[in-house]
């Protein structure tokens, strides 16, 4: 939560033999949920698991009755946010909108009262039309086929540079570690690079190359990639170095 720039005011736990159908957590928790809502003033409500539509749906309505509107997360929307955040380069922000539109196609459920049939069709009564469900989900779709067309132009871009990489005859090694595991610290270390660093998930997400003068006097070429995986790449031929790192 901190990662994404909110403030926890309380955490609540619980025990379930399985998760309850309709709310996940229970009448009993939604509603010591609802006292920490109204006590802390809260507005949002995050779930350290996977919700389905129907529960973050029924969990929203029980949360803001007779109250002000409260919105519920579930550990994916919350990753989302954060990426959404991070996210710096074209190519992350499409991929971010990606993730986040597929996940959202899953979760359009029947939960509002503008859903009943629109007039259409070419007679004087009008056919069954669409329903605004259908138009959202066809409207999700068309922006997804789009996104992943400029992906895969993006895409034959760095196959494009990889290649040239590639030819270049330097040997290539990579930072490897889970997100918070120190992976931008030891690339500042080792290339004097300035990445940002911060005690944070997810800090940094963005594929980012640096050019720095290392020694042995026989320079060394460090390539960094800043995406789920920290990359390097050196040669101990006589050029300046490269080197590349990234994060999950």
Not at 198 to 219: C, E, H, I, M, V
Request: glycine residues 8%; contains cysteine; proline residues 4%.
């Amino acid at each position: 939560m901190e990662s994404a720039g909110a403030e926890v005011c309380e955490v609540l736990a619980g025990r379930r033999d399985r998760p309850d159908a309709a709310t996940f957590a229970g009448s009993g928790k939604v509603e010591e949920i609802l006292a920490a809502c109204r006590l802390h003033g809260a507005k949002n409500v995050v779930f350290d698991h996977a919700l389905t539509a129907v529960q973050i749906r029924n969990l929203e309505k029980q949360l803001s009755e007779g109250g002000p509107e409260v919105r519920v997360y579930d550990r994916t929307d919350l990753i989302l946010e954060i990426f959404a955040q991070r996210a710096r380069s074209h190519e992350g922000k499409l991929q971010v909108e990606l993730a986040r539109l597929e996940h959202l196609s899953t979760r359009l459920v029947r939960g509002w009262t503008h859903l009943e049939r629109q007039r259409g069709g070419l007679s004087k009564t009008g056919g069954p039309g669409e329903k605004q469900i259908e138009l959202d989900r066809r409207m999700i779709g068309e922006r997804v086929k789009k996104l992943k067309e400029r992906l895969k132009k993006v895409a034959r871009v760095r196959a494009t540079q990889r290649a040239a990489r590639t030819r270049s005859g330097m040997l290539r090694v990579s930072i490897v570690g889970y997100t918070n595991a120190g992976k931008s610290t030891l690339f500042n270390r080792l290339t004097r690079a300035g990445a940002y660093v911060a005690d944070q998930l997810f800090a940094t997400l963005d594929p980012t190359t640096r050019r720095t003068g290392s020694s042995p006097p026989s320079a060394r070429r460090w390539r960094r990639p800043s995406t789920p995986t920290s990359c390097c790449t050196w040669s101990t031929a006589p050029i300046p170095t490269t080197r590349s790192r990234s994060t999950p």
